[in-house]
Every structure is written in C-alpha cells, then in structure tokens.
C-alpha cells in the first residue's frame, strides 16, 4: 500500500476513536486515510482527489467527529453529498464511528423526505448534517438549519455533484456558511469548475492525491467477478469449486472482523480455513502460514498487513474478496499467487460501484482483467460428477471389490432390481454430505457495466432534486419568500414537484411519485447494491408479489448489502407471506421489520386488510394479488 503509516493511534486520533476502530474491525488506515487525517486534525483546508473504495468516508469524517463537542446540540459539521443513498450511507458511516460517542447525532437530510420528518429532527438538534445540496439550501433558507456553530464543511463526490447540476446550489450553500470553518472536497475526478470552486472557497488547501502507481505484475490470469445477484460467499465457493488447479487461497478482506466471520463461513461449508489479522500474535501468524504451506489449511483469510511478505508456493488463487483501497495494494495481494515459477489465479470482487476502481487498478497494471462468468448450477454438477466418477474410476481399479459386487449381487437379488439400480443407490448414498446438485437457482446475468453505472449513480426515484436554474448574478437571488416562480415552503410538496423551468432540456427520469399517505412501517431485505439490485428491481418484486401499487410504496434505501423499503402500515398476513417467500434477481429477500433507525412512522396505526380500504381513501393493497406472477 502506498500507505506508510501502519496504525491509526499515529495520526493523532483520540483514544475513544482508536478503541471504536479497532472495535469495527479497522486495522490500519488506508492511505487516503494516513495522508488525509493528520491534515484535518491540523485545521487545514484540503482538496482529496478519491473514489468511493478508498475509504475515504473515514479520512472525513474521523477527524470531523473531533471537533464536535457533545454538549452543544447544534450542527457542528455538514456534508454535501450528490445523492440522497450516499447521505443515508455516510451517515450510518459516522454513526458507526460514534459508538463510543454517547449522545452523538447525526442527520441525514435529503429530498424526497417528509419537510415534516426533517423539520422535527432538526429542531430536536443533530451535530452533523450529511444532506443533498437542494435540501440543505431549503433549510437554509426556511432558517430551520441553522449553521452558525459550523466548524466543518465536508463537499464529498464534487465531480458527482456538478454532474448531477448541483454545483450552483452547492455554491450557494458556500457563500452562506459562516466564513470561518475548515472544508474539505473530495472526488474522484477535478474538472475545471471544481478547481474554481475549491480556489474561491477553500483557504490554501492541501491537496492529496492517491498515486495510481504503475506496476507490471507477474505472469498471472486476473480475472473479476461483477457482484450480482448471489451473496459473495455463495459466489466464493461456486469459483472455487470449480476452479481447474485450485491447491490454496488466500483471501483479502478489509476488517478484521472480516477475516473471522468468512473463515468460519468457510470451515462451516467444509473448507480448511483460518483466520489471519493484526490480532495475531507472530507465534500464532507463523502457525498459520506454516499450516497452510503443510497442506493442514486450504484457505486463509487476510487483511493487507497480515498477508506481507507471505510466500507460499502453494498459493494457487488470491481472491481480493473486498476491493483493495488502492492498486499497490492490490499489487501487493495478488504477488502473493504464482510463485516459485507456479501458474497464478487473481479474482477481484467488484461491486458495481467500485467499477472506477477496477478500471484504476487495470490502468495502473496496464493489463485488462476479465470479467469471469459464475460458474452456474449445471457447472457445479458437472464438476461434482466428473470428480465422482474419477473417484469411482479409482475404486474400479482397487482390491478387494469381490466382497462389494458379492453383496451388490445380493441386494439385486432380494429387491429383484438390477445391478445398475443399486448402484444408483449407493451412489445416492455416497454424495449425500455433498451432493452432486446444488439446490437453488441460477442468478440472473449481471447488467454491463456501463449501463449500471449510469443506473447506480442515478438516485432512487424520490433521491433525486431536479436541476435548478442557474442564477446568473447570485448576489440578486431572491429570497425564498419572493420568489413567484415558486410555491411557499408550507405549500409544497417535496421538491420534485416544484415547476419545471421552460429552458431547461426535459427530464428522461420516470415522474415523481406521490409521498406515501398514512402509517408507514419500514422493513428490511437482504438484497442490496453489492446484488446488482436496483430500485426498480424492488419496486418491481413487491407490486407483483405483494400486491401493492407501486405508488404506495415508500422511501427505498439501497445499501451494500441489504436495503429498506417503507411500505403501507397493516400489511395483510398473506401479503406479508407472499414476500417472505420473494427472491429479487434470484435472492430470497428475507423481508423482516427494520430495527434500525425507524424513519417516517407517522404516528399511531391504522389497520386495514387485503382490499380494505385505507384512511385515505385509497386502495394499497389489491384485491388478489398473490402469486399472480
Ligand atoms: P469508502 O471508500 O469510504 O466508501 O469506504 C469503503 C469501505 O471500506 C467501507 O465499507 C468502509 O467501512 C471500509 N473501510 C474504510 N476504511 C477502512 C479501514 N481503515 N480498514 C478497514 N475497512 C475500512
């Protein structure tokens, strides 16, 4: 890594922080966190030229969360993010972070959200706002955000931002925050009106910059795996199985934490696995490379830091399970395969949005990686039946096969079968602890790439604030209350339904919904972006399977690894059951009330059953819904 710091307690963090790190499993800082934080901590302004996968949320928000003194419920901090997901995903981010922080308050604010939900928590006072730029400035506006007691603006995916057409609402949010507080920018990308901003609001900011430095790797098949529609560790060990000159692995994980819960996951699903991070003293570290050079271990599960320097021939495949942070990282990882003169196998799981990050990696190496197809159930039973029958082939050519076929004879005999029947027993027999076919189904082909990126960076629909004009002399920009080319704040609804300016190019994003009316109950699934799931994938399964119409169907949060959906309070039994037994791209999704963070429950209960009719007026549910599709 081009990280040279190899512990967090260097960077001058705090011993309540230190502790909660090294309690969510974070080793060592990532470089754009060893370069990053000491600047912060320092007071200084900084530009960070980083993408998502970097861990750049932490280089932010870590020394942020320094600065903000408990006892003053007051917005201490604000970040300006592109999308509503990214604010949600940032916030739960710094919310982690404050696990030894009692009384710490983070509040996500974004359009398409209840004015009601956010003015209610913003008066009960948050000391960080991680909010989209339309919504923040509404606030501002209203003066229900009030930013006095700021200390530090976070601009976070500016590039996204502009791209988005946010950049004169970001502009404006600048020029009305108090001068003195520290900001920091981060994107991927610095284009021209970037700079400009970064150069009239940042004061002599430092400015880090990842190097991509270019390496030649050796002689060594890469190939990636798009994440999509299958749990990675389902993913895991289909590849591995069939893998042709599978011997052992090492697999890369970013926490600690990590390496445990896969080596056990692992070793439940037969595999010789262990563990190996920072917790390990070097007798136990060198115990475990040792087993794994002798063949005791199969697989052994990484971070960054405890992998250097491993130099096992027997290393067939390295799976880089979680992204690595940078390509010198990724280097390093994947040095650890083809050996000793020995054939090398490099698998790199991607989620759709660390694309960037692939293409980085593959720029930087300057070798493509191929995308690898998942082997599918059909591969698997072949594999297992190849295998089988060479094994089969093997005891053919064993002794004492006579006692067998005698008793196979014996059987035919008293069951009045054929030979081959009850050899179709005990083959039956021989495979139960692993069979030869694997139950489930075949996930649905991943979307390209290209096409989901466009996808994932489009917000959820609801996420999204349409553009607004540009304000060609902001200095004279109205107040809100003088504007007549838009409603009073009390008499609009989220802003997507603000009017449409004439000279702007029509939108192509769906129409916004109408809020969801009544008692809303959140729920959780286990199907997320890291499943090539989208919003509309979701929106989708629900309307057919539970019968609910799309436009009751509340705010989506699409994480990583599982998503909310808000939906219509008193959900019939049979609705509900029909989406326990629900799979989205191939998933089953598990749909249970959400325990987290409850967001837009309105108030007391309102029941009604399958074709009742709501206390709106409107029919949620239809009438015979179920399984129809
Ligand atoms: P980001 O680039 O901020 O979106 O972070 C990407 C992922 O890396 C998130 O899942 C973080 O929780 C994780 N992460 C960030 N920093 C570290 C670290 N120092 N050690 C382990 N995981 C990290």
């Known amino acids: 890594m081009t990280s040279t710091v190899d512990s967090f307690a260097d960077l001058g963090l705090s011993e309540s922080l230190l502790k909660t790190l090294s309690e969510i499993g974070y080793e060592t800082p990532s470089p754009i966190q060893a370069q990053c934080i000491p600047i912060l901590l320092d007071g200084h302004d900084m530009i960070g030229m980083a993408q998502t996968g970097t861990g750049k949320t932490a280089a932010f928000a870590l020394p942020l969360m320094e600065s903000i003194d408990i006892k003053v419920a007051k917005p201490q901090a604000l970040i300006l993010t592109p999308t509503r997901e990214l604010a949600i995903q940032v916030a739960e981010a710094l919310q982690s972070y404050a696990k030894n ?6 509040l996500p604010i974004y359009g398409g959200q209840s004015y009601t939900i956010q003015l209610k928590q913003l008066a009960r006072g948050a000391h960080v706002i991680v909010g989209t730029p339309g919504r923040v400035m509404d606030h501002l506006e209203r003066k229900t955000l009030n930013l006095d007691n700021l200390k530090t603006l976070v601009l976070d995916e500016a590039d996204e931002m502009l ?19 520290q900001t920091a920018l981060f994107s991927a990308t610095m284009p021209e009106q970037i700079r400009r901003v970064a150069q009239k609001y940042l004061v002599e900011p430092k400015e880090i910059k990842i190097k991509a430095a270019t390496a030649t790797v050796a002689a060594i098949r890469q190939v990636y795996w798009q994440v999509s529609g299958m749990h990675k560790l389902d993913a895991l060990t289909r590849i591995l199985e069939v893998e042709d000159d599978f011997d052992a692995a090492i697999i890369f994980v970013r926490t600690k934490t990590a390496t445990v819960e896969l080596a056990d996951k692992l070793n439940a699903r037969g595999y010789a696995a262990a563990a190996l991070n920072g917790d390990l003293n070097q007798q136990m570290r060198e115990r475990v490379i040792e087993q794994l050079k002798s063949g005791a271990l199969d697989i052994v599960i990484a971070t960054d830091v405890a992998a250097r320097g491993i130099d096992v021939p027997r290393v067939s495949h390295v799976v880089n399970y979680d992204i690595p942070y940078d390509t010198e990282a990724y280097v390093h990882r994947i040095g650890r395969t083809g050996r000793a003169g020995r054939n090398g196998n490099a698998i790199l799981f991607v989620a759709p949005r660390e694309i960037r990050m692939l293409r980085t990696i593959e720029r930087a190496t300057r070798q493509p990686i191929s995308p690898l197809t ?15 029958k060479g094994k089969v082939a093997e005891v053919l050519n064993a002794e004492g096969l006579d006692f067998f076929a005698n008793i196979v004879s014996q059987i035919a005999e008293e069951q009045n079968v054929s030979a081959e029947e009850v050899a179709a027993a005990l083959a039956m ?6 069979p030869l076919q694997i139950a489930g189904e075949d996930p649905a082909p991943p979307r390209p790439f290209r096409e989901q990126r466009n996808d994932d960076r489009r917000p959820a629909f609801g996420d999204r604030e349409p553009r607004k004009p540009r304000f060609e002399d902001r200095g004279e920009r109205p107040r809100f209350e ?11 609804g989220e802003r997507s339904e603000r009017p449409r300016f004439e000279d702007r190019p029509p939108r192509t994003e769906r ?18 972006r890291e499943h090539g799931v989208e919003v509309r994938d979701i929106v989708g399964a629900i309307a057919n399977e539970a019968g609910i119409e799309s436009r009751f169907i509340g705010r989506i949060g699409l994480y990583e690894e599982s998503s909310t959906v808000e939906l219509p309070a008193g959900m019939p039994a049979e609705a509900a059951n029909a989406l326990k037994r629900t799979r989205i791209r191939g998933m089953p999704i598990n749909l249970r009330q959400d325990e987290g963070r409850p967001a837009g429950s309105f108030g007391g209960e309102r029941k009604f059953g399958g074709g009742e009719r709501s206390f709106d007026g409107e029919r949620k549910f239809k009438k015979k819904p179920f399984n129809e599709c």
């Open 163 to 181: 791209r988005m057409g946010f950049i004169d609402d970001v502009e404006w949010i600048l020029e009305h925050t108090p001068e003195q507080h």
């Open 429 to 434: 027999m021989a495979q139960e602890a692993k």
């Open 101 to 106: 922080l009692p009384g710490f308050h983070v």
């Open 482 to 492: 003088d504007r007549g080319d838009r409603p009073r704040f009390e008499d609009r």
């Open 374 to 388: 998942l082997p599918s159930r059909a591969d698997i039973t072949n594999k297992r039946v190849a295998d089988f």
């Open 511 to 528: 129409p916004p919904r109408p809020a969801p009316a009544g008692d809303m109950v959140r729920y959780r699934i286990d199907v997320g």
